[in-house]
């Protein structure tokens, strides 16, 4: 499988990623497992979990549970060095997770020992701000965002104290480099500015959504992360399933996210779905697998470190990490354009 390097840090990583936010609910412990030794068979390296996960649902009582499986995971396999892992901090808004507070130098280092203790790991190689203090049009927010009415002063001083704490922690061993997550073009540079003018250790990554169905990417972020270096890891590449084209005319299968989060997080709606049709047609047509066309698509945008994918059954991996073997022609991403055009922004 083909690697990429995470930013300017020379540590690479597989273009597929595994994800992780459904051990824990939807996943067992011995279901979490076998996913990871079949990836790390079929030659994906890099695992990105979060503090917060699993994610469906969210929960108190499920809370940091997918990091325990991780944990397990490495406890017993006796390797750790083979595997780039990725996790992430919290930001406020649930009274569980460190009652709501913001993100802080003293909630980073109480999430991160946090973290290291239930992946049974004494250091992470990517570290990640999960969402910024500040708001931010992800989450289906665009529809409504404004940063005005924001604090200007107190964005600029959680940038300025999230980097120094971040390099503090990346000199002492904790940490081999730092990501953002549900980030903006905005706040990226900013990040990347104090990191020059102070000497401070650069961001590497940005997670981002990223699908056929959401490309909010393709324009200012994808500017930063070419002159910058500091690539798009795709989460939801696959828009939370719809573009398998498994909720196709109101079907929601059993056991399947919708099954549980109904909405998909606010994408699962009327105005997705003729988009979802006409990329089911596309693939069709040009006799592909709807789902691996998809991420086969992700994995040609030249600004992607790697498509992060999820899976609650064996058959869904096995499918989605052999999209990297895809390579879609002139004719297939001309008709993805086209549809595109019409259906710019579904979700």
């Not at 979490?32 to 917060?52: I, K, R, S, W």
């Not at 203090?133 to 002063?153: A, C, M």
């Amino acid at each position: 499988m083909k690697t990429n390097s995470l930013g300017r840090t020379g540590i690479e990583v597989s273009e597929i990623g595994l994800g992780t936010m459904t051990w824990g609910s939807q996943n067992s412990e011995d279901e979490a497992h076998a996913q990871m030794n079949y990836a790390v068979e079929n030659g994906v390296n890099f695992f990105d979990t979060a503090e917060l996960y699993p994610v469906t649902p969210l929960s108190a009582e499920t809370y940091g549970r997918t990091e325990e499986f991780i944990g397990s995971w490495f406890e017993n396999r006796k390797k750790r060095d083979d595997i780039i892992l990725a996790t992430k901090i919290a930001g406020s808004g649930r009274q569980w997770i460190r009652d709501g507070k913001p993100i802080t130098p003293q909630t980073i280092r109480t999430a991160l020992d946090a973290s290291l203790r239930r992946l049974k790991t004494d250091y992470i190689d990517l570290y990640q701000i999960h969402w910024p203090n500040r708001g931010h049009f992800h989450f289906r927010n665009s529809w409504t965002y404004t940063p005005y009415g924001q604090d200007r002063y107190q964005s600029h001083i959680d940038i300025a104290e999230t980097l120094d704490t971040l390099d503090r922690l990346v000199k002492d061993g904790k940490i081999r480099a730092i990501g953002l997550s549900n980030e903006t073009a905005w706040g990226t540079m900013r990040y990347l500015n104090r990191a020059e003018q102070c000497d401070r250790t650069r961001i590497s990554t940005v997670q981002n959504e990223y699908s056929l169905l959401y490309r909010h990417h393709d324009l200012d972020m994808a500017e930063l992360a070419y002159y910058e270096d500091v690539g798009l890891l795709a989460f939801s590449p696959l828009a939370t399933g719809l573009l398998s084209g498994k909720y196709r005319g109101g079907k929601i299968p059993p056991g399947s996210r919708a099954s549980i989060q109904p909405e998909l997080g606010g994408r699962r709606q009327a105005q997705q779905e003729p988009a979802v049709d006409a990329y089911c047609a596309v693939a069709e047509k040009h006799g592909l697998d709807t789902a691996q066309m998809a991420l086969a698509f992700v994995l040609s945008r030249p600004f992607v470190t790697a498509a992060l994918i999820g899976a609650t059954t064996m058959e869904q991996l096995k499918s989605n990490i052999a999209a990297a073997d895809i390579t879609l022609s002139d004719d297939v991403l001309h008709d993805i354009a086209m549809v595109h055009r019409e259906f710019p922004m579904p979700i």
